[in-house]
């Protein structure tokens, strides 16, 4: 049911990967540089159709929390960055996720061109593999360690000091 | 058509990713442990960070052990030993590197942004990083603006000094020139740096006549030290301010001197005089916390020990002040009763201030001293709020450490 007023769309239609459509208001989807793109695009054109963005590359599991998160900071895009509720709740939002769904989400906010996730992605990953060993990043994040022995040994020695 | 869903693979994250994620890491140890996950990402992350890592967390250079430095005095061993220990006050670890360029008869003079300043029997005078083993030379000792002639062959009197505070000549040998001569040295920022600004060295110098300091400065890579243009300023510490482009010098009444260095080399000095009455201590340094300039004064009480019944030099505590400028060029040292977050570093390097909650064993409101006046040992963590001074665990207080050779010394470690 999109209401088209003159040339300027105010919803777009995303598809997923796994062909689930999502209606997205555009205030909600400019937070995607990606998804911006595409309606500035049509909007240049002049078309008062509603736009189907397909996005091959992102499931709808993961699709519906990128969008969650662009609807939390749509609703603060007027403010300031600096925001404290907006921070309050960016930190939950992540702490809710295991290591698979933050990859994800992660690709996700790169794909979608979604800078403020991707940062906020970053900094969480950072801050989680902050003072662990080796073999607990290798856990936490399920890889398996392909180094030999030998290799292993020799990056060890390198810089000794940094392994407990 | 439903597909698949597949495992994400951590390991295969793109570059970018994987850049932005280390970027974000500001702990060196955690950078080096996160190259060691895997091929794919150690192939990716240089082994040097791309991004510029804050100042971290400096670790204690032990001295060499004293059997080491004994055997070699005497020339009776011929194997040098050439490993150093460092000591992390978190973990409460050693870590011991091979330093050849340390060894006696080197001596290290201090450290500045994560590189050991070191002498040795000769005019050479270089920086070197323990981390990297990148080695940089400072102009000769015998380019020191006091030094009037240097000959290998004057033994036993190779330097000959001017003292400017009196015009009298004297002279100084290899060991009195590496061990007596420079009193300080800080750097503006790592030697290495090829970057657009030269890296500049700030120096004390001290008479061995009359005690009388000097302030002198060069710029790495050039071949020459450049004295300061200022006249009856007996320096006790020196510091760079970055975010300003300055150096800080602060004489034994409260008396601060900053120093612009330009490319060209000319030093543009500005001095503000103290309006407090006095400033009790017996030594002073100066420390930047948040961008401010700070005075840190220690006070020391002597005690005499029974077993080698020498006089020993102890810190009993130290005072803090915050720079007021009040009036034209006249500073207001305001004293401070609490630093905070903050935890500081002194002694023979340039004194440093980090955050203490981003180094989580770490104690905040703190000052982390070493031994730079008296080759005694005197080492410790003063805490301003309880006023006491506390032990460090690596140092208890039975050790037997020669207390005529080098002091340990803080450094924090740089990948640059």
């Known amino acids: 049911m999109a209401s088209s007023s003159s040339s300027s769309l105010s919803r777009v239609v995303v598809k997923s990967s796994d062909n689930n459509l999502f209606v997205v208001n555009k205030k909600v989807a400019s937070q995607s540089q990606l998804l911006k793109q595409c309606i500035d695009n049509m909007e240049e054109k002049g078309t008062n159709d509603v736009i189907l963005i397909p996005l091959s590359n992102v499931t709808s599991n993961i699709l519906t929390l990128v969008l969650e998160y662009c609807e939390k900071h749509a609703d603060f895009a007027d403010d300031d960055n600096n925001n404290q509720e907006l921070k309050q709740w960016d930190h939950e939002f992540l702490k809710k996720f295991d290591y698979a769904t933050l990859n994800s989400l992660t690709m996700a906010a790169d794909y979608m061109v979604t800078k403020s996730l991707l940062n906020l992605c970053c900094q969480f990953i950072a801050d989680s593999i902050k003072d662990l060993t080796v073999q607990q990043i290798r856990q936490i994040f399920d890889i398996k360690n392909d180094f030999t022995p030998q290799e292993e040994a020799d990056i060890k020695n390198e810089n000794a000091w940094a392994f407990r | ?416």
């Open chain 2, 1 to 416: 058509m439903a597909e698949e869903e597949i495992q994400p693979d951590w390991s295969e994250i793109p570059d970018d990713i994987l850049f932005k994620i280390a970027q974000t890491l500001p702990i060196y140890s955690d950078y080096i442990r996160l190259r060691a996950v895997c091929l794919k990402w150690r192939i990716t992350l240089p082994s040097t960070p791309l991004h510029t890592l804050p100042c971290q967390l400096p670790w204690l250079l032990l001295p060499p052990s004293s059997t080491s430095i004994k055997a070699l005095c005497n020339n009776i061993t011929t194997i040098t030993n050439t490993r150093r220990t460092f000591y992390n006050i978190l973990t409460n670890k050693l870590h011991t590197f091979h330093l050849l360029e340390s060894t006696y008869p080197r001596r290290i003079l201090g450290s500045s942004h994560g590189y050991l300043i070191i002498t040795s029997e000769t005019p050479e005078i270089f920086c070197f990083n323990p981390l990297t083993k990148s080695k940089i030379f400072l102009p000769p000792l015998s380019s020191l603006p006091g030094v009037i002639s240097f000959k290998f062959s004057n033994v036993g009197r190779e330097y000959m000094i001017l003292d400017q505070s009196n015009n009298r000549t004297y002279h100084l040998d290899l060991k009195q020139m590496r061990d007596e001569f420079i009193r300080k040295i800080v750097l503006s920022s790592s030697p290495s740096n090829n970057g657009s600004t030269p890296s500049f060295a700030f120096a004390i110098t001290t008479s061995f006549l009359t005690h009388s300091t000097e302030l002198v400065f060069c710029t790495v890579n050039q071949n020459n030290w450049v004295s300061v243009p200022v006249s009856d300023f007996p320096a006790e510490d020196v510091i760079y301010c970055q975010s300003q482009k300055l150096f800080y010098a602060v004489n034994h009444l409260g008396n601060v001197g900053s120093f612009r260095i330009d490319e060209n080399g000319i030093c543009d000095v500005t001095i503000w005089e103290t309006v407090n009455s006095i400033i009790p201590g017996d030594m002073k340094y100066l420390v930047l916390i948040n961008e401010e300039l700070m005075l840190l004064t220690r006070h020391l009480c002597a005690e005499a020990d029974v077993i080698t019944y020498c006089e020993l030099n102890r810190t009993v505590s130290f005072e803090v002040y915050r720079f007021c400028e009040c009036g034209s060029q006249q500073v207001w040292w305001d004293p401070v009763m609490d630093l905070g977050d903050k935890v500081v570093f002194v002694g023979e390097s340039s004194s440093l201030a980090l955050s203490a909650s981003d180094f989580p064993g770490c104690k905040a409101n703190c000052i982390y001293f070493t031994d730079d006046h008296s080759k005694c040992n005197d080492i410790g963590v003063y805490d301003l709020k309880e006023e006491c001074v506390e032990a460090l665990p690596c140092f208890p207080e039975d050790v037997s450490l020669p207390l005529s050779w080098e002091s340990p010394i803080w450094i924090s470690p740089n990948p640059r």
